[in-house]
Each structure stands twice: as C-alpha cells, then as structure tokens.
T-cell receptor, first 115, second 111 residues
Framework: GAVVSQHPSWVICKSGTSVKIECRSLDFQATTMFWYRQFPKQSLMLMATSNEGSKATYEQGVEKDKFLINHASLTLSTLTVTSAHPEDSSFYIC???????????FGPGTRLLVL | DAKTTQPTSMDCAEGRAANLPCNHSTISGNEYVYWYRQIHSQGPQYIIHGLKNNETNEMASLIITEDRKSSTLILPHATLRDTAVYYCIVRGSGNTGKLIFGQGTTLQVKP
C-alpha cells in the first residue's frame, strides 16, 4: 500500500508558540490531503481538506487562522498550529489520496502536547 | 454522506472469525462502504471497501447485503494483533469525498 509519513511523531511545546507538522506521501503524488484531530478516547474529527496549489477548505468550527494549512507540492502538506494553547494538545493525523484513487491512506499521526 | 451505525464493542476468541456488522440504511447508489481500523495510538489502516459486490483481500472479506443497507466485515482468523477500533464509513466516489469517522466498534480479541 501507499506510504504516508508525518514529522514529527510527537512534539512538546510551550503555550503561545507555533508548531509545524509535516505530512508527506512517500511513494505517490497526493493531489488531496486531509487533516484530522483526535482527542483521547474519541473518534477522528476532520479539520480540513488540502488540495495542491490551492487554499485549504476547513470544516465548520475549525479556526483557519489558528490551523494554517499549506499544500505546496504533490508530496507535502503542512499544518501549523499557531499560538498553541493546552487545549490544542491532541493527536493530529493526515491522510492522502493519489490521483484517481478510491482509497485514502493515513499517516502515523503526530502527538502534540502544549504546556 | 450517509451515516453508519456500529456496535460499540465486541469480543472475539483468538483464531475464530470476527464478524463486525454495520448499518448504513441511507446509503446512496454511488456511495462506497469503507472499513478502516485504528490500533491504539496509530493512524487508521485501510482494510477494504466495496460498492455492491462482496469483496475479499488478504486482510478481510466484506459482505454487502443486496439492498446495500448493511454490511459485515469478516476477519477470518482473528489474532491478538487484530484488537483495534474498526470504523465503517460510507463515502462517495472520487478523491474529493471526505471520510467522516463515527465512533466505530472496539474489537477485543481474547486468547
């Protein structure tokens, strides 16, 4: 199957700082990527859809100025959590589609802890 | 996208078949049924998907009823490593369709 990686796998930061998470498709070109967030003992919640070369589409209730998404190439999308606060602590997961594919593949996730 | 209903939890004995049901009574004609699973603290793993015919791959089988209002994921010989949360998701065709996760079924495989 297709491989999606995320970096870093976990990060601890101080409140008020910004954190960037990278999502890469390693062996295919991803025209569309998705970002999810998952709190403990809850299901995945879709945050936004990212298309290469265009602005991300955010789900209702997700602050676009706080969660900046950039999909600058066909293999890389980044999520920047700006001015992070403890309530932003969560498990962030990305997924990607290849062109013409029917199946999304997920990255391993990034665990963010804001102190 | 159609909503799905799954049991909250299930147990299965190691080596036996695990049958995970899913109801999707409002599914549309062009919507696929997808199954993913999430092992603790990892990203979801794709298992299988289908439109109306039954499907089988190296991981599992997917049985879809003729009216497409429900389906069953079958893990033929469950192992302890199959303990995970299993998500049944209905999604339209094309790569712009989102995967919206419900609460899923927590499958506990016991020795």
């Amino acid at each position: 199957g297709a491989v999606v990686s995320q970096h870093p796998s976990w990060v601890i930061c101080k409140s008020g700082t910004s954190v960037k998470i990278e999502c890469r498709s390693l062996d295919f070109q991803a025209t569309t990527m998705f970002w999810y967030r998952q709190f403990p003992k809850q299901s995945l919640m879709l945050m936004a859809t990212s298309n290469e070369g265009s602005k991300a589409t955010y789900e209702q209730g997700v602050e676009k100025d706080k969660f900046l998404i950039n999909h600058a190439s066909l293999t890389l999308s980044t999520l920047t959590v700006t001015s992070a606060h403890p309530e932003d602590s969560s498990f962030y997961i990305c997924s990607a589609f290849g062109t013409g594919w029917e199946t999304q593949y997920f990255g391993p996730g990034t665990r963010l802890l804001v102190l | 996208d159609a909503k799905t209903t799954q049991p909250t939890s299930m147990d299965c004995a190691e080596g036996r078949a695990a049958n995970l049901p899913c109801n999707h009574s409002t599914i549309s004609g062009n919507e696929y049924v997808y199954w993913y699973r999430q092992i603790h603290s990892q990203g979801p793993q794709y298992i299988i998907h289908g439109l109306k015919n039954n499907e089988t791959n190296e991981m599992a089988s997917l049985i879809i009823t003729e009216d497409r209002k429900s389906s069953t994921l079958i893990l033929p010989h469950a192992t302890l490593r199959d303990t995970a949360v299993y998500y049944c998701i209905v999604r339209g065709s094309g790569n712009t369709g989102k995967l919206i996760f419900g609460q899923g079924t927590t499958l506990q495989v016991k020795p």
